[in-house]
């Protein structure tokens, strides 16, 4: 058993070598002292300058399933590189670097629950074991665990020098498991504080799954959650990047004003802060009205919906936004019928070219309607005929999204014939085809005006507001039923809210838009992130002098686009948090 002196390296005392002097003792902790000092060094460099992440070319611990049909159990921590050291897949967490050579299964880790010895391994060691994976219909965090151990001859030979039959200098090792952590336990890895937190230890996201109906860890449901392509720049790097982009007469104006519609500065600030930078809005149509302007998500671009007005006529219409930002004409779908005025709208794109639009109308009363398109009827009749569902009466704010399993669920504010005066929260959803399931009464709210959002899960989000307060509650469809309760995720002073939406980032990551009366009375526009129930900054997205309504989010790799009516045009602002 090695017998080494405490350690003496405190990083406060600024000590940066240590210097042998003439005639004095060499003892262990002079030498631990100035090996401590040249790896907290470097740890500091890679940390703040280098960052989280798995190095450019490198696919370090990628998390993939196990087999095509998936596993609800189990997955494949992939290795992502070559057998030799250099080339052996990394990952930076920390300052530290884990790597891995070989492709292991979740449930073959050493530390496993589920593997003879374990829990005498992780007694050894000082760490508990590897909590298995539990099926169920909740999110799931599967992280990278790094921490270092001391090791001796007493569990490692080839420390005793043979010549001379004494054991040598013990070793500090670099360990590494993979854990996950259910909902329960938060969606981001573990912090101090946390009780699953343990000092000395480093830990990093390598996926999230979203586990609802599907619960099997496959390649739809697993989402990656590692920092990949990382890599220092240099200068030339950084001229070259803005030469491609901007090209090689970027420069700015006599004031210092950058040539660019958003600061190139904020966007890089926004990105390395997690800060979101906001884009200039761009108007897209003009010289509506563009009423409930809705987008929906195409491989070759995104599609504006919104409902044209014409007299006492109402149309479904239709232009694509391309890549390069060009608008192409308007096309009407369909003519609205048997409603005098369309107060909500949602479009979902279904497999092989199917569509459905929902939405909510009046004629007497506010009734919701389903129609759905057919790519291979007759041109006459590729939008069916109008589907009445949902509640009796007072049906408003319909909103829809696909889920994993090609179904469509939808949700909106009505009434409840036992109790009209309480709006209520109903939920549908619309089997691939033409199937519908029962109506679902989810919950009520005390707000009139209240509005919801839906997202992955399937996962209903109210916004009311009671008083000088405005609330955002949640609930998530889990166990074949909605919970009796609403969650709170977050509680804010504001004014009227007009619209609201959400648009899904990650497991527990929420874009928020949201348009509310002003303090000074006129509409604002604010964004934000919602993270594992905590909302980021409240950021104001347009001017005072729009009057944005009916914002509508369209996530792209992270960033979102809110596409939102101001007046007679339809306008796109985004928020950046990647480039």
């Given amino acids: 058993m090695a017998v080494i002196s405490p350690n003496s390296f405190d990083p406060l005392r600024r000590y940066v070598s240590v210097r042998l002097a003439q005639g004095v003792p060499l003892v262990d902790a002079d030498w631990n002292e100035s090996e401590d000092i040249r790896r907290f060094e470097l740890r500091a460099f890679v940390r ?25 159990t189990d997955c494949r921590i992939m290795a ?100 996950v952590r259910p909902a329960g336990g938060g969606f981001g890895v573990p912090q101090s504080g946390d009780a699953d937190f343990r000092p000395g230890h480093s830990y990093a996201m390598l996926a999230q799954v979203n586990r609802t109906a599907q619960q099997e860890l496959t390649t739809q449901t697993l989402a990656e959650g590692r920092r990949t392509g990382l890599q220092v720049s240099s200068r030339r790097d950084l001229e070259q990047l803005t030469t491609d982009v901007f090209g090689a007469g970027y420069a700015v104006d006599g004031t210092g004003t950058p040539k660019l519609p958003f600061s190139l500065r904020d966007v890089l600030n926004g990105v390395l802060r997690d800060r979101p930078s906001i884009t200039v809005p761009v108007t897209r149509l003009t010289g509506g009205p563009f009423n409930l302007p809705t987008t929906a998500s195409a491989p070759d671009g995104t599609l504006i919906y919104w409902v044209r007005v014409a007299g006492a006529d109402r149309f479904l219409s239709r232009a694509k936004l391309s890549a390069n930002g060009t608008v192409t004409p308007a096309e009407d779908e369909f003519q609205f019928t048997g409603v005098l005025n369309v107060t909500s709208m949602a479009i979902v794109h ?85 199937g519908i399931t029962t109506l679902t009464p989810v919950g009520t709210s005390s707000d009139a005006q209240a509005r919801v959002a839906i997202v992955p899960g399937p996962q209903i989000l109210l916004f009311e507001q009671s008083g000088a307060t405005l609330s955002i509650l949640s609930k998530t469809f889990a166990g074949g039923a909605w919970p009796a309760a609403w969650t709170t995720l977050a509680t804010m002073p504001s004014s009227a809210v007009h619209d609201f939406a959400a648009g899904f980032i990650a497991p527990g990551r929420l874009w928020l838009a949201y348009a509310l009366t002003g303090p000074g009375g006129g509409s604002q526009l604010i964004g934000r992130i919602s993270e594992a129930g905590l909302l980021g900054e409240a950021r104001p997205m347009v001017s005072g002098a729009s009057a944005p309504r009916y914002p509508n989010l369209a996530i792209d790799g992270g960033n979102a686009s809110v596409f939102y009516q101001d007046g007679n045009a339809v306008r796109q602002v985004s928020f950046v948090t990647q480039i």
Avoid at 49 to 72: E, H, K, M, Q, Y
Avoid at 88 to 111: K, N, S, W
Avoid at 171 to 176: A, F, S
């Fill in 48 to 72: 703040w300058f280098v960052g989280d992440g798995v190095p450019l070319g490198n696919d370090g611990f990628r998390i993939g399933a196990i087999g095509v049909a998936g596993s609800t």
């Fill in 80 to 179: 992502g590189g070559g057998t030799a050291p250099l080339a052996a897949g990394r990952m930076f967490v920390d300052g530290l670097e884990a790597f891995i050579v070989a492709d292991t299964l979740f449930t073959a880790q050493p530390l496993h629950a589920g593997q003879p010895g374990a829990a005498a391994l992780a007694a050894r060691w000082g760490v508990p074991a590897i909590v298995a994976i539990v099926p169920g219909a909740t999110p799931l965090s599967i992280y990278l665990d790094i921490w270092e151990r001391l090791v001796t001859a007493a569990e490692d030979a080839t420390l005793i020098l043979a010549g001379l039959g004494t054991e040598s200098c013990s070793r500090l090792r670099r360990e590494w498991v993979v854990r």
């Fill in 350 to 434: 279904e497999d092989a070219g199917f569509r459905r639009v929902f939405y909510t109308g009046q004629a007497g009363t506010a009734k919701l309607f389903s129609r759905r398109f057919d790519p291979g009827a007759p041109l006459a009749t590729r939008w069916g005929a109008p589907l009445e569902v949902g509640s009796p009466d007072l049906n408003v704010g319909v909103v829809a999204m696909r889920l994993a399993d090609n179904s469509t669920q939808i949700a909106w504010v009505g009434q409840n014939p036992a109790a009209p005066a309480t709006p209520t929260v109903f939920t549908e959803n619309f089997l691939p085809g033409a």
